[in-house]
């Protein structure tokens, strides 16, 4: 059996994981090691890790590795102690790869860790653009790491051969993610309202917001602004809470005392998880914030998504994401533009550039492939472009 190493350190990044753990975890041919660090591990951002275990997955290992709060200097330092750990797991465990999904910091040490032990790296998501936010830099550095690229469509797997990686080795396979909208059995309106514990008899908003880390101490003062121009709507809203970036927790405490003060409108939820997201997502008015989930799966459910800010800047969009400036008057303009009928009727049948087929299976089968002829070799031949 072939040990394959799947790391995760957010909720999102897990939900993201799940059916390639899930198909990992069912197949003969492979043992599943699974890791888990980071924002799973905290109760600042709901301890996630037992949803994980919920699931049916066996935790292999737990790196914890949060501090208190989400000062530059302090991100390091827990970057230091992932190193430092999962440096030791390696050494003892030895998978034959490792699986990671996306452009967290915490991804860095996992590629330093298995570089130095001569371990492949598989990365998922890569060649993708988010212009405001320091993932844009990890990522770019993962694909760097990695011998196994799966990338959401066919401009993502150009830009990691551009990288410089062998066309051979990278796969446009679509977003894992996706595969929870089409498989799992999601609620109607009436279960999620029971399953929150709110009242939706108003439209609502799904709202996520993260700091855009290429900026200066603005999340806070956009936060508001989104807040306010959802005040002056009669949406009411539910909210998640930002991950455990630099100025995440600034966001967290802000959306705290508002769903405190206006119990009757908003609702914020630590995590809701992958079945009560999507289902969130499903029936809402529209997505509101700046997360990936809004233009990756939103247009899976031709729900509208506006767009804040430049978090997201560059990522490939379907016709149902509007993007607008981090202000009230931009952001409520926007608001009121994806709430026409007009607006509706334009993307009712429109395409969503992430959606795949089969990701899940063709991934597994590539893994197996690579890993059976042993034909993974770690001197990687720089592809030039021939320009």
């Known amino acids: 059996m072939k040990k394959i190493c799947v790391v995760t350190a957010t909720r999102a990044e897990y939900d993201g ?9 069912k197949q003969k041919y492979f043992s599943l090691q699974l890791v888990v660090t980071g924002a799973h591990l905290s109760k600042d951002f709901g301890l996630t890790y037992k949803k994980i ?13 949060l501090s208190s709060d989400d000062k530059a200097v302090n991100i390091s330092k827990a970057m230091a102690i992932e190193l430092e750990e999962f440096s030791r797991y390696l050494a003892v465990s030895r998978p034959d790869i490792i ?13 330093i860790a298995a570089m130095n032990e001569l371990i492949p790296v598989a990365h998922i998501s890569g060649g993708e653009i988010t212009e405001g936010a320091l993932d844009d830099q990890v990522r770019h550095a993962v694909t760097k790491f990695s011998f196994l690229h799966f990338t959401a469509n066919k401009k993502y797997r150009k830009r990691v051969i551009q990288l410089g990686e062998n066309p051979n080795r990278v796969f446009a396979f679509g977003e894992l993610s996706i595969e929870n909208i089409k498989k799992e059995k999601l609620l109607s309106k009436e ?5 929150l514990g709110f009242e ?3 439209p609502y908003a799904l709202i996520t917001f993260h700091p855009v880390t290429l900026e200066n101490n603005t999340a806070g003062k956009q936060f508001a602004e989104l807040l306010r121009a959802l005040d002056a709507t009669d949406l009411k809203a539910i909210l998640t809470k930002s991950n455990a970036d630099i ?7 802000i959306a705290k005392d508002y769903a405190k003060k206006k119990f009757k409108k908003a609702i914020l939820f630590d995590n809701l998880g992958r079945i009560l997201y999507l289902s969130a997502m499903k029936h809402a008015e529209l997505v509101l914030g700046n997360s990936s989930s809004g233009i990756c799966e939103a247009p899976s459910f031709s729900v509208p998504t506006v ?18 400036q ?10 009121k533009e994806v709430r026409r009928d007009s607006f509706r009727k334009k993307i009712k049948n429109a395409k969503n550039p992430y959606e795949n087929k089969s990701t899940s299976g063709k991934i597994i089968k590539t893994l197996k492939n690579f890993l059976s002829k042993k034909n993974i070799t770690l001197k990687k031949k720089f592809y030039d472009i021939k320009f």
């Open 17 to 25: 994981l799940f059916p390639l753990i899930k198909k990992i975890k």
């Open 53 to 65: 275990q919920k699931d049916g997955f066996k935790i292999h290992k737990e790196i914890n590795m």
């Open 99 to 111: 699986v990671i999904l996306g452009d967290r910091y915490e991804l860095l040490p996992i590629c």
């Open 191 to 195: 279960e999620l309202k029971k399953e």
């Open 200 to 202: 939706l008899d108003k």
């Open 247 to 253: 100025g995440g927790r600034i966001i967290n405490k």
């Open 307 to 324: 767009n804040i800010g430049d978090r997201q800047k560059g990522r490939i969009q379907s016709k149902t994401t509007v993007n607008c």
């Open 326 to 335: 981090p202000n009230y008057s931009d952001i409520l303009n926007t608001i």
